[in-house]
């Protein structure tokens, strides 16, 4: 018997829907991918940004064929890693903490070419079906169909009310998640009232492959190493209202305000790119799961980008699912019954909630007041000390939670 008569169907195609989607692919699975703009159109939008990669989700991307098939200049290893705040502001390389090692300790990756690389590996992949569609409607039981399957209407197909029966639909439709809120799955939202301003700057000394990170008055700051020995990309996050001003302010105003508050960093530095600003409102789903239905990567769980794990999550996501999916093919079960979901949902809660509370109460501690800030200052130098510290990187890594 078929595992899945109905097809295993994804709605988005950002980072998440594309990852999945080749990962699935890979395990065997004919797969339908709806993205609501041409393929054409969508990277454009995502010209500044960089993620960056654990080791966890580095090994799964090079699985995938992704990683070998990047440009040359789009990945830059990271060997160093400083966490400094206010404090040291007369010798910013000063750290709270710091780790050092010969092997990359995590990857950025310039997002333009994570997604077009993952569009050209779909294309060549004839598994995956991809259609431009908007999915506005999710129906956890279709009528013809019983229990066996759940319907996605679109609002493209305005002329009939077609009904795509699915054997399981992911979702990887991102923080408004348009099939979440169909399913009526409610979300906990916390807004601290800030953005996230990325940009890309030259450096006056080379990076050396160090990742940076400061926690300022306006909140916390990075630079994280690109190709090009001089150049980083920066991502500052702040109020509403700073980032405002700082977007609409001229380049010398810019740079002005960058430098005083990272305390000339690299001695100092220049904007090569346009800003860019992103808000930040962490939340996450009450469940991943609902009849036939999983939200996976920022549909599921968007956190403060302070610590860069947002995408690393989603591969979490990505990485339990295939192998609920495979062990539900072995055991002759049908993909997207119930109990694989519960499963799924249940795999997925620790290292959800570990990195939302982290990252919550990092972004807490660090931007509210002086003296709260030079509190969780003095107990990030504590955790320098050794065996905190290895835990901190067996965290960051993503090597602490068990994936398949
Ligand atoms: C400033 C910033 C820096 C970050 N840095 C890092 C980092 O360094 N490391 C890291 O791990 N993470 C980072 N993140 C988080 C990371 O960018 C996100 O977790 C990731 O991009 C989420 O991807 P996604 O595919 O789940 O969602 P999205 O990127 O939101 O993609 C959703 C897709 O679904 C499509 N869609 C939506 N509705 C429909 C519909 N109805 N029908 C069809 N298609 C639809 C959209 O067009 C879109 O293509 C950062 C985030 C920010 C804001």
């Known amino acids: 018997m078929d595992s899945a008569p109905y097809g295993i169907h994804i709605v988005g195609g950002g980072l998440s829907g594309y990852a999945a989607a080749l990962a699935l692919a890979g395990h065997g699975e004919n797969l339908t991918l709806y993205e609501r703009t041409a393929p054409q159109t969508a990277p454009k939008t995502d010209a500044i940004r960089t993620t960056t990669i654990n080791a966890v989700s580095y090994q799964f991307l090079q699985n995938l064929g992704v990683i070998d098939a990047l440009p040359a200049d789009a990945i830059s290893p990271i060997r160093r890693i400083i966490v400094s705040d206010d404090s040291t502001a007369q010798q910013p390389l000063d750290p709270l903490m710091e780790w ?13 070419d994570l997604i077009n690389t993952m569009a050209d590996l779909i294309k060549k992949t ?3 079906s991809r259609r431009t569609a908007t999915i506005t ?4 039981q279709h009528t013809d169909l019983g229990a066996v399957a759940a319907g996605l209407t679109s609002a493209d197909d305005t002329t009939t009310d077609i009904c795509v029966p699915a054997s399981l639909i992911i979702a990887a439709d991102g923080r408004t998640s348009p099939l979440r809120q169909a399913a009526a799955i409610q979300t906990i939202s916390r807004d601290p009232k800030q953005s996230a301003i990325v940009a890309t700057l030259t450096l006056d000394a080379p990076h050396e492959a ?3 990170q400061k926690f300022v008055k306006t909140g916390p700051m990075a630079l994280m190493p690109l190709s090009q020995p001089f150049d980083a990309a920066l991502v500052w996050s702040m109020t509403n209202d700073h980032a405002t001003r700082l977007i609409e302010a001229d380049d010398a105003t810019f740079m002005h305000a960058f430098n005083t508050a990272s305390g000339q960093i690299f001695g100092g530095a220049h904007a090569i790119s346009p800003r860019q600003s992103f808000p930040i409102i962490p939340q ?5 799961i609902a009849r036939r239905l999983v939200l996976i990567g920022d549909a599921a769980h968007s956190i403060h980008p302070l610590a860069g794990q ?6 979490g996501d990505i990485m339990e ?3 609920q999916i495979s062990r539900t093919k072995t055991l002759g079960m049908d993909i997207g019954n119930a109990a694989m979901l519960k499963a799924y949902a249940r795999a997925r809660c620790p290292e959800i909630a570990m990195m939302t509370l982290a990252t919550d ?3 807490w501690l660090f931007s509210s007041g002086k003296k709260r800030r030079r509190l969780a200052g003095i107990g990030m130098s504590l955790a320098n000390f050794p065996p905190l510290k290895a835990l901190a990187e067996r965290v960051a890594s993503g090597r602490i939670f068990h994936r398949h």
């Open 100 to 112: 050092h090692h010969d092997q990359p300790l995590a990857w950025v990756i310039k997002n333009n």
């Open 126 to 128: 004839p598994a995956i």
């Open 137 to 140: 409607g999710y129906h956890p």
């Open 210 to 212: 160090t990742a940076w």
């Open 284 to 288: 996450h789903a009450r469940t991943p």
């Open 310 to 315: 947002g995408y690393n999550l989603a591969i």
């Open 321 to 323: 699912l295939a192998g």
């Open 361 to 363: 109460g990092l972004n």
